[in-house]
């Protein structure tokens, strides 16, 4: 079986956001980049199949140079392969496109993603490749199993989970319980080392156009002082929540 | 042509947010001098949607649709916004309105733009304000393709009346095969989930341990609120995952989120600052969520929690 991983190249959760040219791109100045955590979770998973159930783990970022470090990463975690497709992610539309082009030419049978990248939120890119390459798809998935190519998944709905069958070839968006949080590798030594061999390889960019474009980003208006209620009159609050902010 | 909407429902009732949407679309209609057509399935009362700006509904009944799929759903909606000539699409932020959506796109050839916060600011070209950096920053996008979807946070446009009437039209697309299979769902139905509440009440791990989680129920239930929990509070399995809020659990975009023994720290308010009015309640006066809320009380949740669930009922009764 052959896994594709989708990692997206994030700013790790702690990072001040700032922007740069006009308020159009994101200041990277000081930022830490991490792979995007909901597809540590996946790539975790796909390890586990691969050492449980055999299967080759591929990981694929698009985007510039500057993200192979984090493909790296996901590489000295356990993944065989890197690809990094060398175009600059301009919408979740352009970069699902590549990165299907990409599981086509590498007729791979399971691609995980995760289910939104903390930047840009987009919640778009697996079920737009599941569509491009015709394949079933899961997302908010919190549980995946594969027997063959029948596949059984748990998908977190509001209120509550939903179990569900489906079959390979198939997209997960995944997220936190795909595996626990305690499973997740930290890279170690040999890992890194190993890392430094295994092919990263760069591929050209089919072109794929964007169907968005970013005008600006702003920040949210700065927070006026918080109003202060002691503990000894919490009628004020109350009062406070009911009259000035109608809440309640 | 017409503006789309995606209202959805719950064994035959409209959800909250499909009148929120359905509010949106009027706005989007309006800017653009056409009407609204409404997607709805299984729904038994549509004439509700009429007073929320909805023109006409196209009523789907299957019953091979009762469990969500969202490959059929967004296979039927496609057909629906052809038959229409619908040029914007609007679908709330729901788990399954997220989870068609890019599908629907691709079926379209239709750029799709989530998390929108506000009506758009302009419709040519259509330009739309949406959260992105987990809600620390906005993002100002256009949609440059012919047909336009507009996912469309929860509780961010709110509900808007315009004393209209809808009419109804049965409407029988051709279904995909489904693909995906619902074997079992297991749902709480008696409880508000964070995704739909207007008032959220969460705790951290100031309240100790989870046998102290009876006063965060009430006070919950007091406010006819969701709970909802910090991560080191799930991770410690005081409370289920699926409470876990914050940058790398559920985001809250209530209109009142009440902090109680939570900290503050960033990946915890990034997923909970889209909420409109936020309380904090902690011991300690240079915790981070002073900086971030609207009003705090400087004190001991185990007195402070219990007095407020008195005050609140006593408010509750003499407003009632
Ligand atoms: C990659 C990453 C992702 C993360 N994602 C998230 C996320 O999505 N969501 C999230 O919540 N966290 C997340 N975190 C964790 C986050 O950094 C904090 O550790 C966490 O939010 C702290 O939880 P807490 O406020 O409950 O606990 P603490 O930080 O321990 O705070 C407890 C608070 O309770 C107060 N307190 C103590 N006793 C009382 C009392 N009797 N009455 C009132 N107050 C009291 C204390 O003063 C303190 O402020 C993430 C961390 C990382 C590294
Ligand atoms: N540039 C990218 N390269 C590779 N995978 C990506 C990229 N952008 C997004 N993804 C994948 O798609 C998921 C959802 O991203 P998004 O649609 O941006 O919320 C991420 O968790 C990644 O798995």
């Known amino acids: 079986m052959k896994i594709l991983v989708c990692i997206s190249h994030v700013p790790d959760t702690t990072s001040k956001i700032n922007f740069t040219d006009g308020d159009s791109k994101f ?6 980049f991490v792979i995007n955590p909901n597809d540590e979770f996946g790539l975790t998973r796909a390890m586990w199949f691969k050492e449980k159930q055999g299967a080759s783990v591929d990981v694929v970022n698009v985007g510039g140079p500057e993200t192979e470090p984090t493909l790296r990463k996901a590489l000295a975690i356990g993944a065989d392969n890197a690809i990094r497709v060398n175009t600059e992610a301009k919408d979740g539309y352009q970069v699902a496109k590549e990165i299907a082009n990409v599981v086509k030419d590498g007729g791979y049978d399971l691609v995980i993603a995760g289910r939104e990248s903390i930047d840009y ?18 997302t908010n998935c919190i549980n995946l199993e594969l027997d063959g190519t029948n596949a059984k998944a748990v998908r977190e709905i509001d209120g509550g989970k939903e179990t569900v069958s489906t079959s390979l070839p198939l997209v997960i968006g995944g997220q936190k319980g795909l595996v626990e949080e305690s499973d997740l590798r930290i890279p170690n030594m040999r890992g890194i080392m190993m890392a430094r061999k295994k092919p990263l390889t760069v591929v050209e960019p089919i072109g794929a156009s964007v169907e968005t474009t970013t005008v600006k980003f702003e920040k949210p208006a700065p927070k006026g002082a918080v109003t202060l209620v002691s503990p000894d009159n919490l009628d004020e609050l109350v009062n406070l929540l009911h009259n000035e902010a109608k809440v309640i | ?13 409209f959800k909250k947010t499909a009148f929120e949407v359905a509010s949106y679309a009027k706005a989007v209609a309006t800017q653009m001098g056409t ?9 038994n009362d549509v004439s509700e949607l009429g007073k929320y700006g909805v023109d006409k509904v196209l009523k789907i009944s299957d019953d091979s649709l009762k469990n969500f799929n969202a490959k059929s759903y967004a296979s039927a909606i496609a057909q629906a916004t052809k038959n229409e000539d619908a040029k914007v699409v609007i679908v709330s932020q729901s788990a399954d309105s997220k989870y068609l959506a890019p599908i629907l796109s691709v079926g379209l050839e239709a750029g799709y733009a989530s998390n929108v916060m506000e009506a758009p600011t302009s419709t040519s070209p259509f330009t739309v304000k949406r959260t992105a ?58 409880k508000v989930t964070i995704a739909d509440a207007e008032i959220v009440v969460s705790a951290g791990r100031g309240m100790k341990g989870p046998e102290n989680w009876g006063m965060i129920e009430e006070l919950a239930e007091v406010l006819g609120a969701a709970t909802a929990c910090s991560k080191p509070v799930s991770d ?47 011991t300690d006066p240079e915790a981070p969520f002073f900086k971030a809320a609207d009003y705090g009380v400087v004190g001991d949740a185990f007195e402070v929690v219990p007095q407020l669930i008195e005050k609140l009922k006593a408010f509750k009764a003499s407003n009632a």
């Open chain 2, 236 to 282: 410690l399995g005081w409370r289920p995952h699926s409470e876990h809020v914050g940058q790398t659990g559920k985001p809250v975009a209530s209109n009142l989120y009440i902090a109680i023994g939570i900290s503050g720290a960033i990946q915890h308010l990034a997923g909970i600052n889209a909420s409109k009015v936020k309380v904090v309640i902690n």
């Open chain 1, 27 to 32: 200041d990277t100045t000081g930022v830490q």
């Open chain 1, 121 to 138: 939120n987009g919640g778009m890119v697996p079920g737009m490749i599941a569509e491009m390459i015709d394949a079933n798809f899961v």
């Open chain 2, 1 to 13: 042509m017409s503006v789309l909407v995606y209202t959805e429902s719950e064994n035959g009732t």
């Open chain 2, 133 to 190: 950096f987990t809600n620390k920053a906005f993002n100002l996008t256009t949609i440059d393709t012919d047909i336009k979807i507009v996912g469309v946070s929860n509780n961010s446009f709110g509900l808007v009346e315009a004393n209209g009437s809808a009419t109804a039209e049965d409407f029988s697309p051709s279904l995909p095969a489904k693909g995906v299979t619902v074997e079992s769902v297991d749902r709480v139905t008696d």
């Open chain 2, 35 to 43: 009407t609204v057509t409404a997607f709805a399935v299984n729904a």
